[in-house]
């Protein structure tokens, strides 16, 4: 019976603390939120689809225009005339309705290929956006990943805080208890205490910033989540990247040397179309008129109560430049000067880009030496807070030397969590540079 009631008893403790559990977010779906909810990737994908609305519309450039015309005119006129042979004729009030309606084509044969241009131009628009939206892609997910993992960092912060506060209580215990029996000092209690309270001002200090930085994460995933979710208690650490990895064909998989690379086909292709400026334009021309006059009276025997025109024509047009005021010159020489900067900003960009992943990766090489060496630091640190504690216990050692291991062990949890930190955002940096971040994940 009493086996059944502490059952019951565990049983009703783990359903109450399931259901106060708090929700665990990963990076994964942190991640896959930012990428169907952010704002920034949102507003590209929309200048994305204008840009695959007017790829659709590319080959109208080929086609003909046709347009109709119509209208009607009601007159109602004074006339006077003077002829030659003297007479003089004059009526009021003559009325006359004037019906008229054409449908006129006009179609290009022939404008240097300026159109073929045109239609190459809006295909590359529609691969540059979507260059655009994997550019801004990457960078909200490394934005994600870093402000996730910055979470965690001060996560591991909060909990060497409390283990400290742990160790200061029970130092603030042995202080009190020495001080009772008359083996301590007053002082090392009013130390004890104040190192207590430093600690307690630390928690909270780290309570609040965790906090801040979930606000930032909801921001980047566009969500309402409030601060009540979990992160992951560790960070991983990929430890195969290499610097020929990284390096190899970088001009391929770069995202902003690919966008500088399509803006660089774009400026070509408009260079194409002012070229085509200075050849003749040839096009088919044909319309159908139709025009009806009805007159109630006329003045002069000669003109007609009832008129009507209509007909069907066409030919070809061919229109030359000449000058225009050097126009076309000017035109060009600008198109040209615009591929030959944005051909030296891909230079540039390519030697800054490589010069980054050398000095991130340096960067990362060193964070991962430091985490190697403190991650044994961090038992040396905790077996001499241990034996110094073992020995103040004993009155072996002093109160200073004790507080001293402690502070050695909290300066090597704080280079501890700083350099796994820095080693990720070492290498959220170079999958970035390279293009990888996403493909990685």
């Excluded at 019951?8 to 399931?18: E, G, N, Q, T």
């Excluded at 409030?226 to 390096?247: A, N």
Aim: aromatic letters at 8%; a positive charge; hydrophobic letters at 40%.
């Amino acid at each position: 019976m009493k086996l059944l009631r502490y059952i019951f008893f565990y049983c009703l403790i783990f359903c109450v603390i399931d259901l106060h559990a708090q929700e665990l977010l990963t990076p994964e779906e942190a991640i896959a939120t930012a990428l169907q909810n952010n704002y920034e990737i949102r507003l590209s994908r929309n200048d994305s689809i204008i840009s695959a609305i007017d790829y659709s519309y590319a080959n109208a450039a080929f086609l003909p225009r046709l347009n109709g015309n119509g209208g009607v005119i009601l007159n109602n006129n004074n006339q006077k005339q003077k002829l030659a042979d003297g007479s003089d004729r004059k009526a009021n009030g003559i009325k006359s309705t004037n019906l008229n309606a054409s449908i006129a084509l006009n179609w290009v044969l022939f404008d240097g290929f300026k159109m073929f241009a045109t239609r190459d131009k809006l295909k590359e628009y529609l691969l540059l956006g979507d260059l655009i939206i994997k550019n801004q892609i990457i960078d909200i997910v490394a934005q994600v990943i870093d402000t996730y993992y910055n979470i965690v960092r001060q996560k591991q912060q909060l909990k060497a805080v409390e283990e400290q506060m742990t160790l200061n209580r029970e130092r603030l215990k042995l202080a009190e208890i020495k001080l009772e029996v008359g083996l301590g000092i007053k002082p090392d209690v009013l130390q004890a205490k104040l190192d207590l309270n430093a600690q307690i001002a630390t928690q909270l200090n780290q309570q609040t910033l965790i906090a801040q930085l979930k606000i930032a994460l909801n921001r980047l995933m566009a969500v309402d989540k409030g601060v009540d979710y979990e992160v992951l208690d560790s960070i991983p650490i990929d430890t195969t990247l290499t610097l020929d990895r990284i390096k190899t064909n970088i001009a391929d998989s770069s995202p902003a040397l690919l966008l500088t690379k399509k803006n660089i086909d774009i400026a070509d292709l408009t260079l194409r179309e002012r070229r085509a400026e200075r050849l003749p334009t040839v096009s088919f021309n044909s319309a159908y008129n139709f025009s009806q006059t009805n007159n109630n009276t006329v003045i002069n025997s000669f003109s007609p109560l009832y008129n009507l025109n209509k007909g069907f024509n066409y030919g070809l047009t061919a229109t030359i430049p000449i000058f225009n005021n050097f126009t076309a010159r000017r035109n060009i020489r600008v198109a040209q000067a615009d591929i030959d900067f944005r051909r030296l900003t891909l230079e540039s960009q390519l030697s800054q880009i490589n010069t980054n992943i050398e000095n991130t990766f340096r960067t990362y090489q060193l964070q991962r030496q430091e985490l190697s060496l403190e991650e044994t630091n961090i038992g040396l640190a905790k077996e001499n807070v241990f034996i110094a504690y073992e020995r103040y216990k004993q009155g072996v050692t002093t109160f200073i030397e004790l507080r001293e291991a402690q502070k050695s062990l909290e300066d090597a949890y704080n280079r501890l969590i700083a350099a796994r930190y820095n080693t990720k955002v070492a290498e959220i940096e170079l999958l970035r540079l390279r293009g990888d971040l996403v493909r990685k994940l």
